[in-house]
């Protein structure tokens, strides 16, 4: 077994998610094409294809408990973290990832289409200019803003009883979250030694 996949394999077992056979080999498919486009489209500052597991792959996985089937909208999603990870995983779940870049959503493209993901929407746009049919009763974000920030660029998405999912590191403490319905979790991400946090806000 190669080395990213037993990291793979075994960080999920940790954080007690079962991985199938398809889904083992399209997240380490997912991370080949991070680690081969991030040579000309710099989508990310890890190079390293172990780092990548830990620190994208391992991470994204790490919110999954907290992800519902229906409508999930992935802000700011660079190279799709964590929206495709959650593509992948939660088939019965519609993901939407949206970046203003337009390098990272032909990215996001390439590997909707090499990984088959019919549940996937690509979108490039800046989220305060984009609008949709339905509203999104899902919001999540990895490494995009402040939570105040990204509430006011996604009040017009967020359906009437919503809720955000926003991933934090050791700052949540800094975010200005006391007028709103919160709660923060710490997640326990394996092989990570970083403090990761997601910031559960309801609407």
């Known amino acids: ?31 080949e094409l991070i680690i081969k486009w991030n040579k000309v489209y710099n989508l990310s500052a890890i190079r390293d294809p172990i780092e990548s597991i830990k620190k994208h792959i391992l991470d994204s996985l790490s919110i999954l408990t907290f992800i519902k089937s ?30 203003s870049v337009g390098k990272k959503c032909r990215f996001m493209q390439t590997v909707k289409t090499e990984l088959s993901l019919a549940n996937l929407t690509v979108i490039n746009n800046r989220v305060e ?31 009437t009883d919503g809720s955000y999912l926003l991933m934090k590191g050791d700052n949540v403490d800094q975010e200005n979250i006391e007028n709103m319905n919160s709660r923060v979790h710490i997640l326990k991400v394996p092989f990570v030694s970083d403090m990761r946090s997601l910031l559960e806000i309801n609407i």
């Open 129 to 159: 200019a984009f609008s949709y049919e339905e509203a999104f009763p899902q919001i999540v974000s990895r490494a995009f803003s402040s939570a105040v920030d990204t509430l006011e660029k996604t009040q017009h998405l967020i359906s």
């Open 1 to 31: 077994m190669i080395e990213t996949e037993r990291l793979l394999c075994e960080g999920a077992e940790l954080m007690d998610i079962a991985l199938s056979e398809n889904q083992v080999n399209q997240l380490l498919t997912y991370n």
């Open 70 to 99: 229906g409508l999930l909208l992935d802000v700011g999603s660079g190279a799709g973290l964590p929206g495709i990870v959650i593509a992948i995983m939660k088939t019965k779940t519609n993901v939407f990832t949206i970046d």
